[in-house]
């Protein structure tokens, strides 16, 4: 059997220390394989977010293993779980976190920056990954000028741009209405469905999870449950 | 990744073009003002100092009275007479020359037209003694000096003022009651640095001045030049010992004149222009800092916006190194753009400034670079310490700054 996209063993995240110290995650195992489109639900405080932030390596697990593709994150230094980032994860954000008074055009090419792509390579991406979330022609805009909606779709082609291999979502609809949110989970779907991109998402809105085919509660920081909704999708030839 | 860097930088500048413009703003007002008043101080200085050894680097001047100081009279001193001159030329050792010198206002007339001037009696040696060229025409002579000739030298003040375009050699003025014929035209002095003209003057043998215009054998002073070489101290002492004996003064009274050197007046003078150019430095430097604390204003109010950015721009894959290499560029460009904005508009201000303050103009490489290095260093610090702080977060601790 192939390696796993993510591996998670264990995992734990605790804050503070001695007396008040708090533990958010309280052992975690989670398996993720590529071309799946999870959901991970819960309450507030059950630590959905923060263990979305250790999938993204934005955050570090207190103790645990995570494994992404094979390769134990835990020992990579700052910089090394940038360049994991860089080349790996797409991360698209309730709250949005473009850059302001950048152009949507600008905001997008911002990862192929990093990434040292020539100039004209990074027009060309920026503007098909715009084309592909259905912004074509709206590369001029910064993101004062977009609707919440247009804004996740900039983010998403952010996201997208660089072809990562798992594209996560924290609360992806959070902000948006429910015809906009609708649209952006179709937008989901899609990607994962023609594009076998693997999307994990946190949200806390059951309508949000059923477009996902794997649904993951979290309780008090460990897993409650772990249903398998429809036929998986694109399974690893296994 | 340098090249990447510098691309983001400018990126960033330009999308905030106010924020980046409020910092150059600082930067340019603290160095001009320091840069435009210590070029002014300096060329006050460098004026007054030219002026004094326009007078002549080793010159003494004697006058009746005691010239300093709080209680001294120096009303009852006796005038010198054209003796003592005599007296200090044949006694005292290592002169170049010892000329007596009177003055007095008077209004002159020529072609119809009046001017209110001084004249100055003395010797032909005077004209050396002061360092005094001749443009056109002659000095008197030993035999109009002897016989007190209606001749005189006139400024080129006087010569504007009275002949307008013509060259005044040959013609007659009239000082007071007497004509008198124009001999020769000073070269130009200038302005002195205390704002009086130095042009606005006529030279006659001191024999004239005293027959025909004071009516007493009275000298006002007596200006003594030492010769290259020889100790203008030790000249100094030997003419206050003189005259003390002329004069008939006690062992034990104080004199009841004085003795200033040319050295002395430069020290006076420039002393005065340092405490100035030190209190319109200082003056600057507060417009300086304050400028440096609109530049830290500003770099700290939009930390926020910056820690935000800085999150969104670890959480795509940007490396600790190239965020704050960035932010090193934008905070170097922008300062050092406003510290060459401020060094020009330093430098035309203070080149407009001398010339109206009819001072030279003087480049100081100090005091450039000292501004410049200040300004720009509260731009780099202000601007880069707090995008370390936030580069060094956990992306997602940055993300959610508030």
Known sequence: MSVPLIALREVTRCFGHGAAAFQALRGVDLSIEAGEFVAIMGPSGSGKSLLMNILGCLD?????????????????????????????????????????????????????????????????????????????????????ELSGGQQQRVAIARALVTEPSVLLADEPT????????????????????????????????????????????????????????????????? | MLWNAVLLALREIRRNLMRSFLTILGIVIGVSAVITMVTLGNGATRAVSDQISSLGSNLLIVRPGQQLGPGRDSAGAASFRVADADAVR?????????????????????????????????????FATGKWQITSGRIFNEAEERAGAAVCVIGETVRKELFGGLDAVGQQVRVKQFSCEVIGLLASKGQSTMGNDQDDLVVMPLRTLQRRLTGSVDVGSLMISVRDGASIDAAKSEVMW????????????NDDFSVMDTRQIAETLSGTTRVLTGLLGAVAAVSLLVGGIGIMNIMLVSVTERTREIGIRLAIGAREGEVLLQFLIEAVALSSLGGMVGIVLATLASIAGTALMKVPYLFDPVINLLSFGFSAAIGVIFGYVPARRAARLDPIEALRHE
């Open chain 1, 60 to 144: 570090t697990p207190s103790g645990g293993s995570y494994r992404f593709q094979g390769l134990e994150v835990d020992s990579l230094d700052r910089d090394q779980r940038a360049l994991l980032r860089r080349h790996a994860l797409g991360f698209i954000f309730q709250g949005f976190n473009l850059l302001a008074r950048t152009s949507a055009q600008e905001n997008v090419e911002l990862p192929l920056l990093y990434r040292g792509e020539p100039a004209a390579r990074r027009h060309l991406l920026a503007r098909e990954a715009l084309a592909a979330v259905g912004l074509e022609g709206w590369g001029h805009h910064t993101p004062a």
């Open chain 2, 242 to 253: 003189l005259m003390r004996e002329r004069r008939h003064i006690d062992p034990g009274d």
């Open chain 2, 90 to 126: 044949s006694q005292v050792s290592g002169l170049a020359a010892a000329v007596p010198v009177s003055g007095k206002s008077v209004t002159l007339v020529a072609m119809a037209r009046n001017w209110s001037s001084s004249v100055t009696g003395s010797t032909a040696d005077w």
């Open chain 1, 174 to 238: 959070g902000n948006l209405d429910t015809e906009r949110s609708r649209e952006i989970m179709d937008l989901l779907v899609a990607l994962n469905r023609d594009k076998g991109l693997t999307v994990v998402m946190v949200t806390h809105e059951a309508d949000m999870a059923e477009y996902a085919h794997r649904i993951v509660r979290l309780v008090d920081g460990r897993i409650a449950s772990d249903v398998r909704r429809a036929a998986p999708v694109c399974s690893e030839g296994a």
